[in-house]
């Protein structure tokens, strides 16, 4: 099987809690084992960040949340889960004894992954009895935003369970890269490792303060690396002649004096001190939530924004994430028969981060992408999905009329009903609303016309029977309600 049937989490706190958080948001049963006394109050407070990041981050039905259990031994966690994360303490013989203590307890056939920073799967199997199964998954915080899991195994480690487990994270909204051969810290830590030592010796030489640095990181190369990491950024720094020539050029830069990569710096009492009262200086203002919040609205952003490039094919993440937003719908439970007797509920959707304006208002083109979105979910429920598209046909817009009537705000929940006006399914032409969840306010109408088309022959053609089979019912239906208001106006006709 490819999917999680259930998880396991045992630690919890950070990373722990927000692995919790994507396997439950995915669907996934999931039991919890963390001895700290207050760890439901502090998962759920992991978990409540979670819920309101997936809200901002897709408009994809996301499956039922799985159920988040708590228990008071690893043993009663672990009784039948398929994939178990250890998440505990950065200690290796807290680790290796934990480890043990799950493979002894779970089923033999059962994946278990190590959330460790940096020590090798090897020293962890040790003393396990069925060491082929274990292996380190070593995620980045946010677990259940960012979609990266390292995959490292150790020298016991079966090849086939580092392929089961890459296979297994792909429908949960993660990317598993398996790494040839085990190395303390991985990559990405050792990657950090390097510019964190040598910020470090910025700060103590007093050649920045932490804010500088920051803003050096975000507003330069952090910007390259989250679309493109660093050898594809540097492919192109190259210029035509590509890789060669930019290491030819910036090659003989790594001999000279620049850095102190290998000197370690002495984190003394003084230097702690510089870096936390910089650092509170910096961010202070902030509580911790309160930050954890910001930094998700952000990463959805840039999601979002990397999802619409490339020609709408997506890049980095937001590839990733369009994926995973396919294999949502693809998945989604067929919705339930509409009431044919009124305008139809199409879309439950909240205001994004990306959404809004300078005066935290939602901006004028996202209310055309709320309807736009609900017509794909028109034309979802009658059959012209994306299987009906790559098929060679489609509906194309080729009219519409957006009235804006009130103002929409950031986390905002919205819902939008849309009724078929007169038509002859070639032609369909649809009024839909879009209301704000908390008082049923009208913020917007949307009349719209789509014409059905074939992309082969590029010319207009009747959709296929198994579409007007769907569709001509709620033409039908539809042709007895009034016209709703504001049918036909033009724009600045008088109200």
Not at 97 to 116: C, F, H, R, W, Y
Not at 171 to 193: T, W
Not at 199 to 223: H, K
Not at 422 to 450: I, N, Q
Request: with cysteine; charged share 25%; net charge negative.
């Amino acid at each position: 099987m490819t999917k999680i049937q259930k998880a396991a989490c045992i630690g919890g706190g950070v990373i722990g809690g927000a692995w919790a958080a994507r396997f439950v948001l995915a669907g996934i049963d999931t039991a919890m084992y963390d001895p700290h006394p207050e760890a439901e109050r502090i998962i759920g407070e992991v978990m409540a960040n979670a819920e309101r990041a997936y809200s901002l981050l897709t408009a994809a039905p996301l499956p039922p949340k799985g159920k988040l259990t708590f228990y008071k031994t690893v043993e009663e966690a672990v009784a039948g889960a398929d994939w178990i994360q250890e998440s505990v303490p950065e200690r290796i013989d807290l680790k290796r004894n934990v480890i043990t203590q799950i493979d002894a307890a779970a089923d033999p056939k059962a994946l278990i992954g190590s959330s460790t920073s940096g020590i090798m799967p090897t020293e962890l199997q040790r003393d396990m009895k069925h060491p082929e199964r274990m292996f380190v998954a070593h995620p980045y915080n946010p677990v259940y935003l960012l979609p990266l899991a390292e995959l490292v195994g150790g020298q016991k480690t079966s090849p086939a369970v580092l392929e089961e487990a890459k296979a297994k994270l792909a429908p949960i909204g993660m990317k598993g890269v398996i790494l040839k051969k085990e190395i303390e810290a991985f990559v990405g830590d050792r990657l950090l490792e390097a510019v964190w030592r040598e910020g470090l010796w910025l700060i103590q030489d007093d050649i920045c303060d932490t804010e500088t640095l920051d803003d050096v990181i975000r507003y330069s190369f952090g910007m390259r690396w989250a679309q493109m990491g660093m050898f594809e950024t540097y492919r192109i720094a190259g210029g035509e002649a590509g890789m060669r020539h930019f290491i030819a050029q910036f090659g003989p830069c790594l001999s000279w004096p620049w850095t102190k990569l290998m000197d370690v710096v002495d984190l003394t009492d003084e230097l702690v001190d510089k870096i936390a009262s910089q650092s509170d200086a910096q961010s202070g203002a902030y509580g911790f939530r309160e930050l954890e919040r910001i930094r998700d609205e952000n990463l959805v952003g840039i999601m979002q924004t990397l999802k619409g490039s490339n020609g709408g094919q997506g890049w980095g993440s937001g590839k990733l994430l369009a994926e995973f937003e396919a294999h949502l719908w693809k998945n989604a439970p067929k919705p339930a028969a509409p009431d044919l007797s009124q305008p139809i509920r199409l879309l439950d959707l909240k205001v994004q981060p990306s959404w809004v304006d300078y005066n935290g208002h939602m901006t004028e083109f996202r209310y055309t992408q709320c309807f736009a979105d609900s017509a794909d979910a028109l034309l979802r429920l009658i059959g012209a999905d994306m299987a009906y598209v790559e098929a060679g046909h489609s509906y194309y817009t080729v009219e519409n009329h957006v009235r804006l009537l009130a103002e929409c705000k950031l986390g905002e929940s919205l819902y939008t009903k849309g009724q078929i006006l007169p038509c002859d399914g070639k032609k369909l032409h649809t009024f839909m609303s879009l209301y704000r969840v908390s008082d049923d306010t009208m913020v917007a109408t949307c009349e719209h016309l789509m014409l059905h088309v074939s992309s082969s022959e590029s010319k207009s053609v009747p959709p296929l029977p198994e579409v007007m089979e769907k569709l001509q019912p709620l033409i039908d239906a539809h042709a007895k309600l009034p016209l709703p208001e504001g049918a036909g106006r033009s724009v600045g006709q008088k109200k």
